[in-house]
């Protein structure tokens, strides 16, 4: 049986090694068996979280986390994203893998205005959502989320891509034959310490002996102008 793991305040101390649940912004959690969110909630300004591959079943209290910008929820239990309703600062959200079968946990997201990333099955269709087999899913998801711009790896507007089949992409493409080296032969050019500073010894005199030649004129000049105005 595999061992089940309780999120306490000394568990994440522990993880993300400091001495203060107010200073984790960054928690890395996932592949640990892991059944609630524990005292994640007390880390107030967390801006990262990976509770990926879990046996999560709720992420109530997540609200607290005021300041989470990334989440990734993926492959766990869950049925409800209402919860992240007040964390109005998240830019992505990844909960493909999961058990969200009614449109109203999409609509719940509405409020969150900086959300542009949202997965909830892979680019290639594996990991969806019972959410997901609604045939309008991608086209009522970018309306009732009007800051989305990409959702399960397509662009808002784009038109939707599919992955090649197998052994197709291998076919269209034609072979790249330029045996040219993708950097400039300037690089293979060995560096001449000697050579080097010698030239820029060379511009720093050439630039000496220009100073000098303006400052001799502006001399001169003065003289002149000293004896017209016997100064």
């Known amino acids: ?17 400091k001495f203060d649940l107010k200073i984790v912004f960054l928690l890395d959690i996932k592949k640990q068996g892991v059944t609630a969110i524990g005292s994640v ?31 990734n929820v993926a492959y766990n239990k ?16 990844m909960a493909q893998g999961n058990r969200i079968k009614d449109f109203k946990n999409i609509e719940s997201l509405s409020c969150l205005k900086h959300l542009s990333n949202l997965y909830l099955k892979e680019f290639s269709g594996d990991g969806a959502n019972p959410v997901c087999d609604d045939d309008d899913y991608a086209e009522h998801t970018f309306e009732v989320l009007p800051s989305l711009f990409m ?12 992955e090649p089949e197998e052994g197709k992409f291998e076919a269209d493409c034609p ?24 030239t820029e010894l060379e511009q720093v005199e050439a630039a ?14 003065l003289k002149k102008t000293r004896s017209i105005y016997n100064i």
């Open 78 to 93: 869950l049925s409800q994203l209402s919860p992240l309703k007040d964390c109005r600062e998240l830019v992505t959200l």
């Open 175 to 198: 072979e790249f034959t330029n045996k040219e080296p993708w950097y400039s032969r300037e690089v293979e050019r060995p560096f001449n310490v000697k050579y080097e500073l010698s």
């Open 41 to 71: 909630p007390e880390c107030t300004n967390l801006l990262m979280l990976d509770l990926s591959h879990n046996k999560i079943l709720m992420l109530n209290g997540i609200g607290a986390c005021v300041a989470l910008t990334h989440l």
């Open 208 to 221: 000496e002996d220009t100073l000098r030649s303006i400052l001799d004129d502006c001399e001169g000049k």
């Open 1 to 17: 049986m595999e061992r089940e793991v309780k999120l306490t305040p000394n568990y994440i101390k522990t993880v993300s090694k």
């Open 151 to 162: 959702l399960d790896g397509q662009v808002r507007g784009q038109v939707a891509l599919e």
